[in-house]
């Protein structure tokens, strides 16, 4: 049977081929990428199940960056990921940037830890670029807003491709924060945690990481020094025992109730400055003095 009969009858082959060549080493022939070329509109057919499998085994492979530009050059990535596929003709002229954002983002997988939704996070992060470029009279590129852009289509892409909720809550709140600065302090450290979660801030360092070292060499070395020192910072808050979650306050909601709190918006608003304070300042983490803190706040409302 012709290779092209064969990508007919079960156009999934052709994703299963560029994974045999990347993993060779060998370049795809000529022929057989003028095939796949002619044949990948055929995706278009088979079950988006079975098209994320085969995605999800490349991102977990040590040929990631191969692969997925292959899906690329065969015109693959058009068909099942087109939002991905114009990233790779998006220019990036500034000084954190060398390479054009389809590019930058192949390496950002490559440098990301074998986790699932660091990798899926990592293809995405910069997936919202192209819609959101602009030139400064300098001819510096900029790219204003560019996360909240990536974690719109990133949840297109999750409905479409059936991710389960947690996956695509996990994925789209790394992508959200990717590009946030941290204060290098156990306050800031602990504001990360109360809003992501440990396991979610200790991901985000990952994908932070492999991100800068996508970049120019001379921002990577100075951006990576600083996520080693967050890392620390939340290893010493988490063995220290500090309080970073709304349930290591020494009250409630509970307490709120019994002091006739009724209003559910004024009981979250208490509870946070509380928290904010507990924050700022771990010995205020005080039964007692929370309690009356929450008794005055009533009255003065």
């Not at 997925?68 to 099942?80: A, D, N, P, T």
């Not at 002229?93 to 990592?122: C, F, M, Q």
């Not at 996360?147 to 289509?153: D, G």
């Not at 060499?217 to 808050?237: D, G, S, W």
Request: net charge positive; glycine share 4%.
């Amino acid at each position: 049977m012709e290779k092209s009969e064969i990508y007919c009858s079960n156009p999934l082959l052709m994703l299963q081929a560029v994974r045999v060549f990347a993993e060779s080493g060998e370049s795809i022939p000529e022929n057989v990428r003028a095939r796949i070329l002619s044949h990948a509109p055929l995706l278009k057919k088979v079950s988006k199940t079975d098209i994320r499998s085969e995605l999800e085994s490349m991102l977990m492979s040590r040929f990631a960056e191969t692969e997925i530009k292959s899906l690329f050059e065969c015109g693959i990535l058009k068909v099942i990921l087109p939002q991905l596929d114009k990233c790779f003709y998006e220019p990036q002229k500034n000084k954190y940037h060398i390479y054009n954002v389809g590019e930058h983002i192949l390496r950002t997988v490559a440098a990301s830890p074998y986790d699932i939704s660091v990798r899926w996070a990592a293809l995405l992060h910069d997936i919202g670029k192209p819609l959101c470029s602009s030139t400064d009279s300098g001819g510096i590129i900029h790219f204003y807003g560019h996360h909240t852009e990536s974690v719109r289509i990133a949840k297109d892409i999750c409905y479409k491709y059936s991710f389960d909720e947690s996956l695509r809550r996990e994925i789209c709140l790394l992508i959200e924060y990717h590009d946030v600065h941290f204060e290098q302090s156990a306050r800031g450290v602990k504001r990360a945690l109360a809003r992501m979660g440990e396991p979610s801030f200790i991901k985000l360092l990952m994908l932070q990481e492999a991100d800068a070292r996508a970049k120019a060499p001379e921002y990577a070395k100075e951006k990576c020094a600083a996520i080693e020192q967050l890392r620390e910072i939340c290893a010493n808050v988490v063995k220290s025992g500090e309080p970073y979650r709304y349930s290591d306050l020494a009250i409630g909601k509970r307490d709120l109730v019994k002091m006739k709190y009724r209003a559910e918006h004024q009981m979250r608003d208490v509870l946070r400055t509380l928290f904010d304070e507990v924050i700022d300042d771990p010995s205020l983490n005080n039964r007692e003095y929370l309690l009356k803190k929450a008794k005055k706040m009533k009255n003065f409302h």
